[in-house]
């Protein structure tokens, strides 16, 4: 089996088999052969309050909601290029943020200005989600939908406590709790990737990690090397099942033939066509207008 790239997104594993990627960053997923991302809000801060959460300052909050899209773009197009993504469901982290714009009541001296904000979700990064709901506990049973995630399942599952609850428009529910009335665990399988949505891993650190008070620095024991080693391993060979399976069932040749074209498929293509000229408008758009933010900065 072919070593594969594992990159990790906002939080870190131990053992060389993975690639911790910064949140704050702006790197592609396209070079992995697997993404796993944790959703958060990365370094963003704030110090003040709003409606009970964190008002992040405003510097954060621009940073904040452009790495949102970033990841959200990326996780898209990764799994249009046949990548295995997997978002492990950790409790959300969600804020109010500023979004530049302000409203101004009275005049002269007793002019206020407010900003406005609005809330920001950990989870805007993740497509395919239309809601994510904070619960805890431990005990999920894999559904029929989910037996190729079994080899995985039965040696992680001990590690995987769920945090949140899903809803979504999931043809493939993998995970529910032991009545049956959450989904934990879901896939959404295109024609090329997969974007698997599973609880998260969670260990005791006190076992993995070791702080040298010496030299200042913590370090993974072999407990923890081992456990790293083994999910590399699983997450490889889950990768190859998903894709053996996609090859498995290739779209026989009568199905090119433009007779057997749907007129609803001309519509869509059309749609897509459109959509795509938009982003690239507003790419643009958006390219030029993170030029102007920096110059607007420099005056500082």
Same mark, same amino acid.
Not at 18 to 23: A, Q
Not at 59 to 84: C, M, N, P, Q, T
Not at 179 to 189: E, P, Q, T
């Given at each position: 089996m072919a070593k594969q790239r594992i990159f990790t997104v906002g939080f870190e594993l131990p053992g060389d088999g993975? @690639?911790? =990627?910064?949140?704050d960053s702006d790197a592609t997923l396209l070079d992995a052969d697997i993404i796993l991302i944790e959703p958060t809000l990365g370094s963003a801060s704030g110090y @003040?309050?709003? +409606?009970?959460?964190? /008002? *992040?300052?405003?510097?954060?909050?621009?940073?904040?909601?452009? &790495?949102? !899209? &970033?990841?959200?773009?990326?996780?898209?197009?990764? =799994?249009?290029?046949?990548? *295995? =993504?997997? %978002?492990?469901? #950790?409790?959300p982290r969600d804020c109010y943020r500023h979004t530049g714009q302000k409203q101004h009541s009275g005049t002269g001296r007793s002019r206020v200005t407010t900003n406005i904000v609005t809330e920001i979700s950990s989870y805007e990064a993740i497509p395919n989600l239309k809601a994510v709901t904070p619960k805890s506990g431990t005990e999920i049973r894999l559904e029929k939908d989910g037996k190729y995630l079994s080899p995985y399942w039965s040696e992680f599952s001990t590690y995987s406590p769920y945090e949140v609850e899903i809803d979504g428009d999931f043809k493939h529910?993998? /995970?529910?709790? $032991?009545?049956?009335? $959450?989904?934990?665990?879901?896939? %959404? &399988?295109s024609t090329t990737g997969v974007l698997l949505f599973l609880p998260p891993l969670r260990y005791d650190h006190?076992?993995? =990690? $070791? &702080? !040298?008070?010496?030299?200042?620095?913590?370090?993974?024991?072999?407990?923890? /090397?081992?456990?790293?080693? $083994? /999910?590399? #391993? #699983? *997450?490889?060979?889950?990768? !190859?099942?998903?894709?053996?399976?996609?090859?498995?069932?290739?779209?026989? +040749?009568? #199905?090119? !033939?433009?007779k057997f074209r749907l007129a609803a498929e001309g519509q869509l293509e059309t749609e897509i066509s459109e959509c795509s000229a938009s982003i690239a408008t507003l790419q643009a758009r958006k390219g030029s207008l993170e030029d102007e933010l920096v110059k607007a900065g420099g005056l500082r």
């Open positions: 993975f @690639e911790y =990627v910064e949140f @003040e309050s709003y +409606n009970g959460k964190t /008002l *992040l300052d405003e510097y954060s909050s621009f940073s904040a909601k452009r &790495h949102l !899209d &970033h990841w959200r773009s990326e996780i898209v197009a990764a =799994v249009k290029v046949g990548k *295995l =993504v997997i %978002v492990y469901l #950790a409790k529910v993998l /995970l529910r709790s $032991r009545d049956g009335s $959450r989904i934990l665990g879901a896939g %959404v &399988h006190k076992t993995f =990690v $070791r &702080h !040298d008070k010496e030299s200042k620095k913590s370090y993974s024991t072999k407990e923890a /090397l081992q456990f790293g080693k $083994r /999910l590399a #391993a #699983a *997450l490889a060979s889950l990768a !190859d099942s998903l894709r053996q399976s996609a090859e498995a069932t290739p779209v026989p +040749n009568w #199905a090119t !033939d433009s």
